[in-house]
Nanobody
Framework: QVQLVESGGGLVQPGGSLRLSCTTA????????MAWYRQPRGKERELVAA????????NYADSVKGRFTISRDNGKSTLYLHMNSLKPEDTAVYSC?????????WGQGTQVTVSS
Protein backbone atom coordinates (compact mmCIF):
# COMPACT_ATOMS: atom_id res chain seq x y z
CA GLN A 1 0.00 0.00 0.00
CA VAL A 2 1.38 3.40 -1.00
CA GLN A 3 1.93 5.79 1.89
CA LEU A 4 3.29 9.33 2.05
CA VAL A 5 3.23 10.77 5.55
CA GLU A 6 4.29 14.34 6.24
CA SER A 7 5.52 15.49 9.63
CA GLY A 8 7.30 18.42 11.22
CA GLY A 9 4.69 21.13 10.77
CA GLY A 10 3.52 23.40 13.53
CA LEU A 11 3.42 26.95 14.82
CA VAL A 12 6.57 29.05 14.49
CA GLN A 13 7.35 32.74 14.91
CA PRO A 14 8.38 34.87 11.93
CA GLY A 15 12.07 34.40 11.23
CA GLY A 16 12.02 30.88 12.65
CA SER A 17 12.81 27.54 11.07
CA LEU A 18 11.14 24.19 10.55
CA ARG A 19 12.07 20.93 8.90
CA LEU A 20 9.35 18.95 7.19
CA SER A 21 9.71 15.25 6.46
CA CYS A 22 7.77 13.03 4.10
CA THR A 23 8.20 9.36 4.93
CA THR A 24 7.12 7.03 2.15
CA ALA A 25 6.39 3.36 1.57
CA UNK A 26 4.81 1.09 -0.99
CA UNK A 27 6.60 2.33 -4.10
CA UNK A 28 10.18 2.60 -5.37
CA UNK A 29 11.05 6.01 -3.99
CA UNK A 30 14.24 6.44 -6.03
CA UNK A 31 12.28 6.19 -9.29
CA UNK A 32 10.13 9.22 -8.48
CA UNK A 33 10.64 12.93 -8.82
CA MET A 34 9.61 14.37 -5.46
CA ALA A 35 8.15 17.75 -4.66
CA TRP A 36 6.62 19.85 -1.93
CA TYR A 37 3.44 21.81 -2.60
CA ARG A 38 1.56 24.16 -0.31
CA GLN A 39 -1.97 25.47 -0.17
CA PRO A 40 -2.82 28.52 1.91
CA ARG A 41 -6.39 28.62 3.19
CA GLY A 42 -8.74 29.80 0.48
CA LYS A 43 -6.05 29.79 -2.20
CA GLU A 44 -4.84 27.40 -4.88
CA ARG A 45 -2.12 24.86 -4.33
CA GLU A 46 1.33 25.94 -5.53
CA LEU A 47 4.62 24.20 -6.15
CA VAL A 48 7.22 25.06 -3.50
CA ALA A 49 10.20 22.94 -4.53
CA ALA A 50 11.08 19.80 -6.48
CA UNK A 51 14.05 17.43 -6.57
CA UNK A 52 15.21 14.96 -9.20
CA UNK A 53 15.35 11.23 -8.61
CA UNK A 54 19.01 11.28 -7.58
CA UNK A 55 18.80 14.54 -5.68
CA UNK A 56 21.20 16.26 -8.04
CA UNK A 57 18.78 18.83 -9.42
CA UNK A 58 16.37 21.06 -7.57
CA ASN A 59 14.07 23.93 -8.39
CA TYR A 60 12.21 26.38 -6.20
CA ALA A 61 9.39 28.85 -6.34
CA ASP A 62 10.74 32.39 -6.46
CA SER A 63 9.03 33.15 -3.16
CA VAL A 64 11.15 30.61 -1.25
CA LYS A 65 14.51 30.74 -3.06
CA GLY A 66 17.35 31.25 -0.64
CA ARG A 67 15.19 30.34 2.36
CA PHE A 68 14.01 26.75 1.71
CA THR A 69 16.06 23.67 0.82
CA ILE A 70 14.59 20.45 -0.54
CA SER A 71 16.50 17.20 -0.17
CA ARG A 72 15.93 13.47 -0.24
CA ASP A 73 17.39 10.31 1.23
CA ASN A 74 16.74 7.45 -1.17
CA GLY A 75 18.06 4.93 1.34
CA LYS A 76 15.36 5.99 3.81
CA SER A 77 12.69 6.72 1.17
CA THR A 78 12.24 10.12 2.78
CA LEU A 79 11.87 13.65 1.45
CA TYR A 80 12.76 16.78 3.43
CA LEU A 81 12.09 20.49 3.31
CA HIS A 82 14.26 22.74 5.43
CA MET A 83 12.55 26.10 5.88
CA ASN A 84 14.42 29.11 7.24
CA SER A 85 13.51 32.77 7.71
CA LEU A 86 9.85 31.87 7.73
CA LYS A 87 7.30 34.57 6.96
CA PRO A 88 3.58 34.80 7.74
CA GLU A 89 2.87 34.33 4.04
CA ASP A 90 4.46 30.86 4.26
CA THR A 91 1.47 29.74 6.32
CA ALA A 92 -0.20 26.84 4.49
CA VAL A 93 -0.79 23.12 4.40
CA TYR A 94 2.35 21.53 2.97
CA SER A 95 2.04 18.27 1.03
CA CYS A 96 4.57 16.00 -0.61
CA UNK A 97 4.08 14.63 -4.11
CA UNK A 98 5.71 11.74 -5.92
CA UNK A 99 5.71 11.70 -9.73
CA UNK A 100 6.95 9.28 -12.37
CA UNK A 101 5.73 7.69 -15.58
CA UNK A 102 4.32 4.93 -13.37
CA UNK A 103 1.91 7.34 -11.73
CA UNK A 104 1.78 9.93 -8.96
CA UNK A 105 0.93 10.00 -5.27
CA TRP A 106 0.08 12.63 -2.66
CA GLY A 107 0.45 12.84 1.07
CA GLN A 108 -2.25 14.19 3.39
CA GLY A 109 -0.35 17.32 4.30
CA THR A 110 0.95 19.05 7.41
CA GLN A 111 -0.03 22.50 8.64
CA VAL A 112 2.63 25.18 8.94
CA THR A 113 1.60 28.39 10.70
CA VAL A 114 3.94 31.36 10.92
CA SER A 115 2.67 33.86 13.45
CA SER A 116 3.78 35.88 16.42
Amino acid sequence: QVQLVESGGGLVQPGGSLRLSCTTAGFTFSYYIMAWYRQPRGKERELVAAVSTDGGRTNYADSVKGRFTISRDNGKSTLYLHMNSLKPEDTAVYSCHAYSTFGDYWGQGTQVTVSS
